[in-house]
C-alpha cells in the first residue's frame, strides 16, 4: 500500500473516532472532495481538541493554540517545531491533534493554504475565548464565539467549492450555516457544559431566545443551500442541516436528542431524494 493510500484509510479511521456529525456526509463524497473536506475537518478538529481538553489548564490551551496559529501561518508548516511544542502534552492528547501535519499532508496542495488560514484564524480566536473563560454577555458575543468555532467551518467549505468547480457562495450565508449547527450543539450541550461551568447564553437570554438563534441561522442554512447546484456538494450540505434540524425540533420537545434510526432514516431520505 503506498503512502497516500495509507494516510487515505488513516484519515478516514480518525474521522470516524472523531466527528458523529460529518463522517457520514464526508464519506459519501467523491474522491477529490472526500479528500480535501476530510482533511480540512481533521484541521480544525485537530486545534478543537485543544480547546476543549479537560486535562489542559487556560495558559496551557492559549500557549497551544497561539503557537499553532502562527505555524500554519508560515508558507511551510514547521512540524518539527509544532512537536516540539506538544511534546509536554504528547501523553494526553489525542491522536487527531499530534497528527496535524498528517492531515496538512492529506490535503491537496492547491487548496491546503486556504485550509491553513482558516485553521489559523480559529486557533487565534480560540484562544481569545479561552483567555475569556468562555463568557458570553450579548449576542454579540455569541456572534463571535461561534464565528470562530464553527462560522469559519463553513467560509473554509466555501472556499473548497469554489476551488473544486467555482461554485460561488454567500459568505454570510456560509458562517449562518456553521453558526447553525453550533447553535443547536449549545443547547444540546446545556447540561453538559453548565456542569464544566460554561454557559454560551447572553445575559438575559432564556432557551427561548436561543432556539429563536438556532432558526435564524439554520434558515441561513437553507439559503446557502440553495446557491450550490453541485449534486455531490448539496449531498454533503443536507445532512448535517437536516440532523441539526431534526435535532432542534426533539429539544423543543423536551427530548435529549434524536434516536440512532432518526439519523439513519433522515440521511437516507437524502442520500435517495
Known amino acids: 500500500m503506498s503512502n497516500q493510500a495509507t494516510l487515505d484509510k488513516e484519515a478516514m479511521k480518525v474521522l470516524k473516532e472523531t466527528s458523529r456529525t460529518f463522517y457520514i456526509p464526508i ?18 478538529r485537530a486545534i478543537d481538541e485543544m480547546e ?9 490551551k492559549q500557549e ?19 512537536q516540539s511544542l506538544i511534546d509536554p502534552y504528547r501523553n494526553i492528547l489525542p491522536e487527531v491533534t499530534i497528527r496535524l501535519n498528517d492531515w496538512l499532508l492529506y490535503c491537496p496542495s492547491d487548496i491546503v493554504t486556504k485550509v491553513k488560514a482558516s485553521t489559523s484564524e480559529m486557533a487565534e480566536g480560540m484562544a481569545k ?8 454577555n450579548t ?13 469559519l467551518v463553513g467560509v473554509m467549505l466555501s472556499d473548497i467549492w ?43 437570554w432564556t432557551k427561548k431566545e436561543m432556539f429563536e ?11 446557502y443551500m440553495e446557491q450550490i447546484s453541485t449534486k455531490n456538494i448539496l449531498l454533503f450540505c443536507r445532512i448535517p442541516l437536516a440532523l441539526a434540524q431534526k435535532t432542534l425540533d426533539a ?23
Not at 464519506?27 to 480544525?44: D, E, F, P, Q
Not at 429539544?251 to 431524494?273: A, C, F, M, P, Y
Request: charged fraction near 30%; proline fraction near 1%.
Open 27 to 44: 464519506k459519501l463524497l467523491n474522491k477529490t472532495l472526500r479528500k480535501t473536506v476530510g482533511s480540512a475537518y481533521l484541521c480544525m
Open 52 to 60: 476543549d481538553h479537560e486535562a489542559l489548564d487556560s495558559s496551557s
Open 64 to 82: 497551544l493554540l497561539i503557537q499553532t496559529s502562527r505555524l500554519l501561518q508560515a508558507e511551510s508548516f514547521d512540524n518539527v517545531a509544532y
Open 129 to 136: 475565548w479561552v483567555a475569556r473563560d468562555w463568557e458570553v
Open 139 to 151: 449576542k454579540e458575543d455569541l456572534d463571535e464565539y461561534t464565528y470562530y468555532v464553527a462560522g
Open 162 to 204: 469554489q476551488w473544486y468547480d467555482g461554485t460561488e457562495t454567500d459568505r454570510e450565508l456560509a458562517i449562518g450555516y456553521g453558526r447553525g449547527l453550533q447553535a443547536v450543539n449549545i443547547l444540546r450541550n446545556i447540561d453538559e457544559d453548565a456542569e464544566r461551568g460554561v454557559g454560551f447564553f447572553p445575559d438575559d
Open 213 to 223: 438563534y438556532a432558526e435564524m441561522n439554520l434558515h441561513m442554512g437553507d439559503q
Open 251 to 273: 429539544l423543543k420537545k423536551g427530548k435529549e436528542k434524536i434516536s440512532r434510526d432518526e439519523v439513519e432514516n433522515t440521511v437516507d431520505h437524502i442520500i435517495n431524494s
